[in-house]
C-alpha cells in the first residue's frame, strides 16, 4: 500500500479490512496496520518523514513494528528514545516480536540501567536493532570511534527511528543525525505532538520536515473509535483557582508571569518559573503566604472532584510546589461519596531524582508498611500505581511523555499557562483507556489558562484567521490542527465554559478601573440656555444629524453647521456586553466656512448636544419649523440610493421631517458623502484619542501596540474594538482616503500569552492582529516602528495610556527621558532651517548644496572631518542614513553626486527622508547625537548668513542699475 504524502489524504483514506498485521503478542488495529505499512515502504526507500499519532495510540505497537521490518529488509534501525523509561516500555514490546529476538540488539543507555533479563550488548550501531536514549548517544560526540560507527551505520541505509521526535530537535542530537544522514542513512519521527517552542524540526538533519513529509497519519477519531483511547471532559478551574487566592495574589502571580514572557522567555520557561517563585528557600513572608494559598486551592480543586476518581495526576512546576502540595493533600480527606470516605489519601511524589510515598498522613517506603527512607524507583511506583495502590501522584516533568497508567481518570495542571505541546501530553496521561474500571471519559482540570488560550489558537485557525493565534500554532501540520478540533469537539460543554472564562476575566479587569474614558464638560463653557441645544433627528441606523445655517454677511452666501451624533451600541460599534458605563455617544461636528472639524465622546446624548452647542450648533426654531421641498426629497433618495452607500452597515434612512434635518442629510450624503465620510474620520481619530490616552494621533494610524495587553482595562479594550470597527466602515465608505490606505491598520503585540478577549478587539473586521513572538521578526520590524513612532502614525497603550518608553525601548531608541525628546525636536527644527522649503507631501526635504561644498563631500576619506559647515553637515546626514566606517553608503545622495560631477552642475539639490534622519539621529548615542547637531546648528546658521549676504547683495546691484539707468 502505497503511503500518502498528502496529510489530509491521509487523513480522509479509509481503514482496508483486508490489511493485516500482527505485530509479536498483538493484533494491530486497521490504522495501525495501514501505518505500520507505510513505515515499511518508507524504511525500503530509504525515505525520510514523519508518523502523527496521538498519544494512547500505541506508538510502542508501531516502533515494534517498524523495527520487525528493518530487519527483515536487511536494514539497522536505531530507536531513539527521551528517557530510559520509554525505552523499556518499548523494548518490552520489541520482545514479543520473534524476528527481533533473533536479531542482534544493543543499547545505548546509561552504565547503571540494565535492559532486559539476558546479558546486554553495549555501545556498538553495527548491531541489528539498537535502542537507545537520546543523551546516551549525545555524551558521545567526542568519540571518534563512535563517530565513525555513525558513519558506518548511515552507509549500511541505517534508519533513525525517532520515538516522541518533539523531543529531539537539540543542537547536539541534531549533530547525531545529521552524521547518519550525511552517511545516507534515513530518519522517521514518531509523535503526537510535533512541535517545539524554539520552532525547530527535528527533520531538518535528514533534509525533510514534519509539515510536508508526512508518511502516515492516525487521526483522533480514528484512533477513539477503537476504544483505544477516551474522550477528555474540560474542567476550566481556572476561575475557581483564583477565587481561592484572592484578586491581589492574582494580578501579583500575572505580573510575574507576564514580565517572564517581556524577558522573551518562552511560555513554558515562564510558567516554569510563575508559582515556584514563591516557594523558594529565603522567600518572603508575602510570597510564603502567597504560596500557602496556592497549595490550598489546589488542594481544594482536587477534593470537590476526588469521589468520582480513581486516580489523579497532578503536573506542578517546580520541585519545592510539588513537595508542599503532597505533603498537604496526604493530611487531606477522601470525599464522603469516596468508596473509601474519611481515609487519608495515598499520595506519591515524583520527580527525576527522587520518589516519596505518603499512606494514612504519614510518609512510608516504597511497599506498604515499610518505613521511609528506602529508595523508590520509578517503574516499581507506576507498577503499584495500576494496581490501585494510589489515589495521587503529584509530579514535576516525571510523568508526561511515554508514561503508562490508564487507571488516570482525573489530571490536573496545577501552573501556569503552557503551550500546546506539553499540555497535549499531560493531557494523554489521563486518555488511555481502562477497561476493567469500566472508565468512559477522563477529567482535564485547567488552572491556568492553558486551555483557553489553545482553543482560542485553535479556533482561530479553523475561522482562518491565523493572524490571531500564535506561531506556535500557525505552523502546525494541518492534521494535528484537525486533531486538535477533535479533542475539544468532544466535550459539548467546553464552549460554554470558555465564554465563562472569557467573561469572569472580564469583570475582573474592569474591577476598580476609575479612569474616565469620555469627554468631561467643562463647568465654564458657555452652552446657552436648554431651549436652544440642538435636537439630533435620525439619519440613518444607529446615526443621527442635525445642523444650522447663517448668512454670511462678508461673502454673502449661507454656510452650514453639521453635527452627526453615533450612537456606538446601535450602530454596532459596541457588543452588547461591552462595559455598563461606557461612554455610549460619539459626536462630530463641522463648520462648512472654517473648515473646522472636531469630535466629542459622551455617556449620554445630553453631553453630547451641549458640546455640538458649545461649537456653535443651536436650535433654530424657524428654521426647524419650516418643511422640506419636493426637490429637496428627490435629491436625498437619489443620494441615499447611490453607491458606495448601499453597504449593509449604512441603513435605515430617515425620511426628513424639517428643513433642518433635511439639510443635514443632504449636507453628509453629497459629493459622494465626502462630509460623511469626512465626520466619521474625525469620530474614529476620537476614538483612539480616548482609547490610547494620546492626543495629536493622525488619521491616517497605522498601528496600535499593545503593551502588557492582558491588562488592558474593558473599557479601553472596548475603546479600541469601536475603533477598528468604525475604521473599517469608514475604509468600506471612503477607501481612497490616505493614499488609498484607510484600512491598512493593525493591532499589534509582543506579548504570545495575549487572551483571547483581547485578540477579539479586531474581530468581525479586515483588520490584522499581528503578535510579534520571535526575536527575528521583532528585530525586522524595528525600522518601520521606529519611523511609524517619529511620524505620529504608531502609537503604543498599555493599562494605563500611553507607554512611550517601552515602545521606545523596542524601536531602538538611545534615551528615553525628557533631554532626548528635547534633542530629537531640535534636531527636527535644524533640518527644517537647513532645508530650502517645506516638507513634500512625502515627508522629504532638500539640502542645496555649491559644486565646491559637493566635490568636498566627494573627496572626503573615511575618519576625517570636513572643513565646510554645508558639506560636514550633509555628510553627516547622509551617514545617518545608513553608512558606516567613516563613509556614505551607496545609495540616492551619492548616486546625484557622482552625476552632478559628470554633468559639472554649479548646485545639487539633495533629498533626504525627514522621518528616517529622525529615527537614526534617535537611535544614536548622545555623543554622536550632540555632534551631529552642532553641525547642522553650524550649517544652518552658515545658511542664514550666506542667504542674508546673497540678498543684499542682489540689492545693492539692483540698486546700482537703476541709478546708471
Known amino acids: ?68 521490518d528493518a530487519v527483515s529488509l536487511g536494514k539497522p534501525i536505531l530507536i531513539l528514545h527521551p528517557d530510559v523509561s520509554l525505552l523499556r516500555q518499548n523494548y518490552a514490546q520489541f520482545e514479543t516480536v520473534p524476528a527481533i529476538k533473533g536479531a542482534q540488539t544493543a543499547f545505548y543507555v546509561a552504565k547503571n540501567e540494565t535492559i532486559g533479563d539476558g546479558p546486554m550488548l553495549r555501545n556498538s550501531l553495527d548491531a541489528d536493532v539498537i535502542p537507545a536514549t537520546n543523551m546516551s548517544l549525545v555524551n558521545k560526540l567526542d568519540d571518534e570511534d563512535f563517530l565513525c560507527s555513525l558513519d558506518r551505520f548511515g552507509r549500511r541505509g541505517g534508519v533513525v527511528l525517532i520515538d516522541e521526535g518533539h523531543k529531539a530537535a537539540a543542537d547536539e542530537l541534531a549533530k547525531v543525525l545529521s552524521r547518519v544522514a550525511h552517511a545516507g542513512g534515513s530518519g522517521i519521527v514518531l509523535t503526537a505532538t510535533p512541535f517545539r517552542t524554539d520552532g525547530k524540526d527535528p527533520l531538518d538533519a535528514f533534509g525533510a520536515s514534519i509539515e510536508h513529509d508526512l508518511i502516515d497519519v492516525a487521526s483522533y477519531d480514528e484512533v477513539l473509535a477503537t476504544g483505544r483511547t477516551v474522550p477528555t471532559r474540560f474542567d476550566i478551574a481556572t476561575g475557581e483557582f483564583e477565587a481561592h487566592l484572592g484578586t491581589d495574589a492574582v494580578r501579583l502571580i500575572e505580573s510575574a508571569f507576564l514580565a517572564l514572557l517581556a524577558e522573551n522567555k518562552s511560555v513554558d520557561q515562564a510558567a516554569q518559573q510563575a508559582f515556584s517563585r514563591f516557594f523558594k528557600e529565603g522567600a518572603s513572608e508575602g510570597d510564603k503566604a502567597i504560596a500557602a494559598l496556592i497549595v490550598a486551592a ?55 531524582g527522587e520518589i516519596r510515598v505518603w499512606r494514612r498522613g504519614a510518609e512510608e517506603g516504597p511497599k506498604e508498611g515499610e518505613e521511609a527512607g528506602c529508595k523508590i524507583k520509578r517503574d516499581d511506583l507506576l507498577d503499584a500505581a495500576r494496581a490501585g495502590g494510589f489515589d495521587i501522584l503529584v509530579n514535576v516533568n516525571a510523568l508526561g511523555v511515554g508514561t503508562d497508567v490508564p487507571q488516570t481518570d482525573l489530571n490536573i495542571l496545577a501552573c501556569q499557562e503552557r503551550s ?160 455598563p458605563d461606557f461612554p455610549r455617544w460619539l459626536v462630530a461636528t463641522h463648520d462648512e466656512r472654517t473648515g473646522a472639524q472636531q469630535a466629542f465622546l459622551c455617556k449620554t446624548q ?10 456653535g450648533i443651536r436650535h433654530d426654531g424657524d428654521y426647524e419649523s419650516a418643511s ?147 526575536a527575528e521578526m521583532e528585530e525586522s520590524l524595528r525600522p518601520s516602528l521606529a519611523e511609524g513612532l517619529i511620524k505620529s502614525s504608531i502609537v503604543a497603550v498599555g493599562p494605563k495610556g500611553p507607554t512611550e518608553q517601552w515602545i521606545r525601548q523596542k524601536a531602538g531608541f538611545g534615551r528615553h527621558d525628557e533631554a532626548a525628546r528635547v534633542r530629537e525636536q531640535i534636531f527636527r527644527q535644524a533640518l527644517h532651517d537647513l532645508a530650502d522649503g517645506p516638507l513634500t507631501r512625502d515627508q522629504s526635504l532638500s539640502i542645496t548644496l555649491s559644486r565646491t561644498e559637493y566635490l568636498e563631500i566627494a573627496a572626503a576619506t573615511p575618519g576625517k572631518e570636513l572643513v565646510r559647515a554645508m558639506p560636514s553637515a550633509v555628510m553627516n546626514l547622509m551617514l545617518l542614513t545608513g553608512g558606516e566606517g567613516g563613509s556614505p553608503s551607496p545609495g540616492e545622495q551619492v548616486d546625484l553626486i557622482r552625476a552632478a560631477i559628470l554633468k559639472n552642475q554649479p548646485q545639487l539639490s539633495v533629498p533626504f527622508s525627514l522621518p528616517r534622519l529622525c529615527v537614526r539621529y534617535a537611535q544614536q548615542p548622545v555623543p554622536a547625537q550632540k555632534k551631529v547637531l552642532k553641525d547642522l546648528e553650524k550649517a544652518a546658521t552658515f545658511r542664514k548668513n550666506r542667504d542674508a549676504y546673497l540678498s543684499a547683495q542682489a540689492a545693492t546691484s539692483s540698486h546700482s542699475q537703476r541709478l546708471h539707468a
Open 606 to 615: 445630553d453631553v453630547a448636544r451641549k458640546y455640538v452647542a458649545f461649537v
Open 298 to 352: 489546589v488542594a481544594r480543586i482536587w477534593a470537590k472532584r476526588a469521589a468520582q476518581a480513581a486516580l489523579a495526576m497532578i503536573h506542578c512546576d517546580s520541585v519545592e510546589f510539588a513537595k508542599e502540595l503532597s505533603s498537604s493533600l496526604a493530611q487531606e480527606s477522601l470525599p464522603p461519596e469516596h468508596p473509601r470516605a474519611g481515609e487519608k489519601p495515598r499520595v506519591a511524589f515524583v520527580v527525576a
Open 1 to 68: 500500500m502505497r503511503p500518502s504524502t498528502n496529510p489530509s489524504d491521509a487523513l480522509s483514506q479509509p481503514s482496508n479490512p483486508a490489511l493485516a498485521r500482527r505485530i509479536g503478542d498483538k493484533q494491530a488495529e486497521p490504522y495501525q496496520a495501514r501505518i505500520a505499512a507505510s513505515v515499511r515502504e518508507a524504511i525500503q526507500r530509504g525515505r525520510s518523514g514523519a508518523v502523527l499519532a496521538p498519544t494512547g495510540s500505541g506508538k510502542s505497537l508501531l516502533a515494534a513494528g517498524a523495527a520487525e
Open 628 to 774: 422640506p421641498t419636493d426637490k429637496q426629497r428627490k435629491f436625498l433618495k437619489g443620494l441615499q440610493q447611490a453607491r458606495p452607500l448601499a453597504l449593509p452597515w449604512l441603513t435605515g434612512f430617515a425620511d426628513p421631517s424639517s428643513a433642518t434635518h433635511m439639510s443635514g442629510a443632504i449636507d453628509l450624503l453629497k459629493d459622494k458623502a465626502a462630509l460623511l465620510a469626512t465626520l466619521l474620520g474625525v469620530a474614529a481619530t476620537r476614538l483612539i484619542e480616548r482609547a490610547t490616552g494620546a492626543h495629536s494621533l493622525r488619521p491616517d494610524l497605522r498601528s496600535v501596540v499593545l503593551d502588557r495587553p492582558n491588562q488592558l482595562t474593558p473599557q479601553r479594550r472596548d475603546l479600541l474594538a469601536a475603533y477598528c470597527r468604525l475604521r473599517q466602515r469608514f475604509a468600506d465608505l471612503y477607501p481612497y482616503a490616505f493614499g488609498g490606505k484607510a484600512s491598512a491598520f493593525s493591532i499589534t503585540t509582543f506579548d504570545p500569552s495575549v487572551l483571547p478577549e483581547i485578540k477579539s478587539i479586531v474581530a468581525n473586521t479586515s483588520i490584522r492582529f499581528f503578535i510579534i513572538d520571535n
Open 420 to 579: 500546546i505541546g506539553p499540555v497535549k501530553q499531560i493531557s494523554g496521561r489521563g486518555e488511555r483507556a481502562h477497561k476493567a474500571s469500566g472508565k468512559t471519559h477522563q477529567v482535564f482540570v485547567d488552572v491556568g489558562n492553558s486551555i483557553l488560550r489553545i482553543y482560542s489558537d485553535i479556533d482561530a485557525m479553523r475561522r482562518n484567521d491565523p493572524e490571531r493565534c500564535r506561531r506556535q500554532v500557525r505552523g502546525l501540520a494541518a492534521p494535528i490542527r484537525e486533531q486538535f478540533e477533535a479533542w475539544f469537539d468532544k466535550d459539548p460543554s467546553l464552549r460554554e465554559q470558555i465564554d465563562e472564562r472569557q467573561r469572569q476575566i472580564r469583570l475582573r479587569m474592569g474591577e476598580g478601573d476609575s479612569e474616565q474614558y469620555d469627554d468631561p464638560l467643562d463647568p465654564t463653557m458657555e452652552i446657552g440656555e436648554d431651549d436652544t441645544l440642538p435636537v439630533p433627528k435620525p439619519f440613518a441606523a444607529g446615526l443621527m444629524t442635525t445642523g444650522m445655517r447663517r448668512y454670511d454677511s462678508e461673502t454673502k452666501k449661507f454656510s452650514s453647521r453639521v453635527a452627526l451624533f453615533c450612537d456606538l451600541q446601535e450602530f454596532g460599534l459596541l457588543d452588547h456586553d461591552a462595559a
